[in-house]
């Protein structure tokens, strides 16, 4: 079981790639939309963007292709194709195992990148909807991820000070996002992480 120290009171969670196995599927829904538009989207390229909104997705690659695109439009198109594909998005089991032996234990919340709808459809998808004492989403902060805001919202929310969370992460941008939140963090990329303790 995963120990997490007493001085621990709120246990953040991203949701996709940490609660769920959403990233390859997010990928592929992402390479439909682009290809509809002619853009070439490679997997290094969205790895990279983990952690960031899909609209901001948009605009970059865009502006990157000299593509004048409907941020919000194209977004909306990769979203759906996700929902539609949900069906083949895994819980991460490590990850789900801790929110589990947490629950009512600790403050527990979601903080994503992604857009409330989806992430809300995901939660549902693994049993976890109802779970959760807050999720904060791309709509709640107006800075995103590697910036803190995310975090330090989920913090709020739950009522506690942000240097007593825990956060729980699978992006660059994300464990960059809890570092500059002053939150520690596991990269559940780590095969490791889930024998030791924080």
């Known amino acids: 079981m995963y120990e997490i120290s007493d001085d621990i009171l709120g246990i953040i969670f991203d949701c996709d790639g940490t609660l769920t196995d959403s990233m390859p599927v997010h990928y592929l829904s992402w390479k439909q939309a682009f290809d509809a538009h002619g853009i070439e ?48 998005v895994p819980p991460l089991e490590t990850v789900v195992a801790v929110a589990k032996q947490q629950k009512g234990q600790r403050k527990i919340a979601v903080a994503s990148g992604g857009f409330r709808w989806v992430i809300d459809k995901q939660l549902q998808h693994i049993g976890l909807a109802d779970w959760f004492d807050a999720i904060v989403t791309a709509e709640d902060t107006e800075k995103h991820k590697p910036e803190p805001d995310v975090f330090l919202e989920a913090a709020r929310r739950l009522g506690v000070p942000a240097d007593t969370c825990l956060v729980f992460e699978d992006s660059e941008l994300g464990l960059e996002a809890a570092r500059r939140a002053g939150m520690p963090a596991v990269d559940v990329r780590e095969p490791q992480w889930g024998s030791s303790s924080v």
């Open 41 to 88: 989207f490679t997997e290094e390229r969205f790895y990279a963007m983990g952690g960031m909104p899909s609209d901001k997705i948009v605009a970059e690659i865009g502006a990157e292709n000299g593509k004048q695109l409907d941020a919000d439009e194209v977004a909306h198109e990769k979203e759906t194709n996700f929902v539609e594909l949900l069906p083949k």
